[in-house]
């Protein structure tokens, strides 16, 4: 079956640091890929999605490529800021879906902390 | 309202009985799904719609769940006989079913939180 990996956390970062999250996924096939962000208080919300091979997904200085020979989607960002504080979800939604059924294979989450 | 919208956000109840949770959807999105979140996981697929039928319930963990979407719109999950392991936050969330209009995203609302004693 479909799953998704995450490193764990709580990462706890430097404002201005740069970030990794690692996040390795096993499917079938060609699954498209997403990072959803939890802020504190709030719903999950996407953050930055990949559909295919090589792709690179970017929004609010966070890129994440889609690695298929590694099986990965990794988040980086270059300067954390402190309003970065959240949990971070790798998800996967499995390949030949186009209409509806947007069911996504989540990871555990990631928690980050950024202090000043 | 703009967004998914969950009621309550909060329930306490105790082992043994029977609970609702509402989740009313953005206007228009035809697709709505429920997810369960357990301290320290992330989300686990329940159910989804797709209109007001079931499309997929292949994640509801037994019989004692059930969820409903009578119109196609707001839905209720439903579970009976409440188990101190039932307690978890319960996530809805929607999206357009349309291939046009999917961009695979999912819209989520807060949550319901649900405490069993």
């Known amino acids: 079956g479909n799953s998704v990996t995450q490193m764990e956390g709580p990462v706890t970062l430097s404002e201005e640091a740069f970030l990794t999250i690692n996040c390795t996924y096993t499917a079938t096939g060609y699954p498209s890929l997403f990072w959803y962000v939890q802020y504190p208080g709030e719903g999950l919300q996407l953050l930055l999605k990949?559909?295919?091979?090589?792709d690179k997904g970017s929004n609010k200085g966070f890129e994440a490529t889609y690695r298929k020979e590694t099986t990965s989607f990794h988040l980086e960002k270059g300067s954390v800021q402190v309003s970065d504080s959240a949990v971070y979800f790798c998800a996967l939604r499995r390949e030949g879906i186009t209409g509806g059924g947007n069911k996504l294979t989540f990871g555990t989450g990631t928690q980050l902390k950024v202090e000043l | 309202g703009a967004g998914v919208s969950q009621t309550p956000s909060n329930k306490v109840t105790e082992k043994g009985k029977y609970v609702e949770l509402r989740c009313d959807p953005i206007?228009?999105?035809?697709?709505l799904y429920w997810y369960r979140q357990s301290l320290g996981q992330g989300p686990e697929f329940l159910i989804y719609f797709q209109g007001t039928g079931a499309a997929d319930d292949s994640g509801l963990p037994n019989d004692r769940f059930f969820a409903v979407r009578p119109e196609g719109s707001v839905s209720t999950l439903k579970i009976q006989r409440t188990e101190r392991g039932d307690s978890a936050v319960y996530l809805c969330?929607?999206?357009?079913?349309?291939?046009?209009?999917?961009?695979?995203?999912?819209?989520f609302g807060e949550g319901s939180r649900l405490t069993v004693l």
């Open positions: 969330a929607s999206s357009p079913w349309a291939a046009t209009q999917n961009t695979g995203e999912l819209f």
């Open positions: 990949a559909t295919k091979a090589d």
């Open positions: 206007s228009g999105h035809t697709a």
